[in-house]
């Protein structure tokens, strides 16, 4: 049986065995799964760990190999590379999840967000450019309207590209093929968890995978086939959710790569103001450069073939002359590692808290929950004072909890399943750190420094608004 491989430094080798898996191997070479070689799986994060420039496209195919090794226990009989056909659309949808993400991913995003904010009335007269942006929206749009649609109706027929986008869409999940590329412990998770701290340099915990797998059983139950954990390997599971955990603080939400992607998407919400004027030439871009085709063409699937973090590279020495003087501006911050300042209200509540007697007696769930509070209050405070939240300023918040329990016995698809004793359960059940309910919150302020002494009155402001509220 014919196989080829490709080398890969967190599973060794990414193996395509039988037809069906090379026919999705040749996929690999599709303009749209190429353009993945261009974004960065991390985004800006290289900014602050030089070492991360790993590519959504290493990525997809990592997921594509976790996924494979999860299918063999879904279908243990299989031989070859024979696949079922839901198997085969499994394959393909861990191959092609990320498939729609466009450049710096989330951050373009939130750059069509900050967009809408500031043109409402563009929500209503131009609705297909926030879909646009969204993978979600833009992957099964690939997957069965391009050219990877052909590729996927030669693999598996006439219907096999939708099942395929049913799968990214987590349109069933109560499948087990579904759970397996996007569910709490997903081919997704399973390689990004290895992958990213590997290429950061970090060293936040670790994930035994081979142990895991080796250990991962499948299960039926009313609500359909699962996949759970030996008991054996329970401990490798919790230490799972823990290293995605603590990603989030170390990497994921890094104060300098959040800056930075904030920096941008004001930038980018800015140069698509200018082209909805008809102004494309302030930006210092051509009339015909990829943003504005986009722009004017959302719905192209050729004009999102076009954008990834290369093109923006490309184009800064082109921003850092724009007209614009708040494009040129930013352009030049980001060129320059110049990225703007912030302010932690988290650290600054925490710190008045360490102080406090009543803050003392509480737990450590109690603790966060009465900050996170706090930290909100400050944050609306703040942003209402009209002399203080000036142009530039952002309030960047975010909560990520170390798992979402469904505690549904005998088990199901979309939880973390484990036997005991004969049992299937939530890993929450039996985990106390799981359990714990622990979530890792940011609540910062970045804001523009070129206004002198704007950073102390907004400090000062802050300190006097958490004192008040613990």
Known sequence: MASKMIKDPIHGFIEFEGLAELELKDMLSDPFFQRLRRVKQLGFSDYVFPSATHSRFAHSLGVYSVARRMLSVVEPDARNGNWSEKGQACLAAALLHDVGHG?????????????????????????????????????????????????????????????????????????????????????????????????????????????????????????????????KAYISLEQFTVTLFQLYPTIYLHKRTRGLEYMFALLMSRVFELIAKGAVTDTGLGPDHPFARFFKEPDNLENALLLDDTLFWGSLYQLKEARDPSISTIARRIAERRIYPMLDIWKMADEVAASKSSVQKLNAVERVALLHGVCQAVAAEVSDDQEIWIEGCYYDKYDRPIYKPLNIINGTAQQMNVEVGGKIVDIASISPIVASAATFNIHRIYYDDAVQGHGEKLRAKLRDSVDRHL
């Open 103 to 231: 450049m710096f991913s989330h951050a373009f995003e939130k750059a069509m967000e900050f967009y809408f904010e500031r043109n409402p009335e563009q929500r209503t007269e131009s609705p297909g450019l926030l879909d646009a942006v969204h993978h979600e929206k833009v992957s099964p749009k690939i997957i069965t309207q391009s050219s990877i649609a052909a590729s996927l109706t030669k693999l598996g027929g006439e219907g096999f590209p939708q099942l395929v986008a049913d799968m990214v869409l987590k349109s069933q999940k109560g499948c087990v093929y579904t759970s397996i590329v996007s569910g709490q412990l997903d081919a997704d998770r399973l390689d990004y968890a290895k992958r990213d701290p590997y290429f950061a340099g970090v060293s936040s915990g670790s994930i035994d995978l081979d142990w895991l797998i080796r250990n991962l059983r499948k299960g039926n139950s009313e609500s359909g086939e699962f996949l759970y954990i030996d008991s």
